[in-house]
């Protein structure tokens, strides 16, 4: 039987790809992950109609928000290499008319919206504010594929998703 030993993996560009630790532990330096908010509310205009969410794509350490190895445009997250990732969001809608219909919260990969290919979350609100909806769950992106998050009324004309406290997070894990 054959061993290879190697504390790490470099690229051919020099910088470090792998890093094995002494317990077997492997780590790189390319992981995509990020948390994006917003600094003011994002106003809807539009019942019965799915509405992509933007969000403010930059780094703020004091609010913990960031974007590592992935590219944000127009309120999507584009993936730079395929694999398993964890995606979530918290969303806190406002001015919603009180126990009139329903409100959805989605996360959907590439746009597409049929049901095992996305993930969401329908609730009637009993209140016209302050409610929050949170999704998590996981998708097996390829290299480029982008993922966003889309909300929904099914009745209000004018509505908002609130500032500061509405994220939108992932991760790559395997």
């Not at 990020?34 to 350490?61: K, L, P, Y």
């Not at 584009?78 to 969303?91: D, E, K, M, S």
């Not at 049901?115 to 609730?123: I, N």
């Not at 004018?158 to 790559?172: C, D, L």
Request: charged share 20%.
């Amino acid at each position: 039987m054959s061993e290879i030993k190697v504390n790490k993996i470099k690229s051919q560009q020099g910088s470090d790809a792998f890093t094995i630790a002494s317990d077997g532990a492997v780590t790189t330096n390319y992981l995509p992950a990020w948390r994006i908010g917003r600094d003011t509310d994002f106003n809807v205009n539009a019942s019965a109609s799915w509405t992509r969410m933007e969000w403010d794509g930059r780094d703020i350490a004091a609010e913990n928000l960031f974007m590592q190895n992935v590219t944000y445009s127009s309120g999507n997250i584009a993936v730079p290499v395929a694999g398993i990732y964890q995606i979530n969001a918290t969303c806190r809608f406002d001015g919603l008319t009180a126990d009139s219909g329903y409100l959805i919260l989605s996360l959907q990969r590439n746009d597409i919206r049929d049901g095992l290919s996305d993930t969401y979350f329908l609730q009637e609100p009993a209140s016209a504010s302050y409610h929050s909806a949170s999704l998590s769950d996981v998708f097996k992106l390829e290299a480029n594929d982008q993922v966003s998050v889309y909300v929904y009324s099914s009745n209000d004309t004018s509505w908002h998703i609130s500032n500061n406290v509405s994220t939108f997070s992932g991760v790559r894990i395997g």
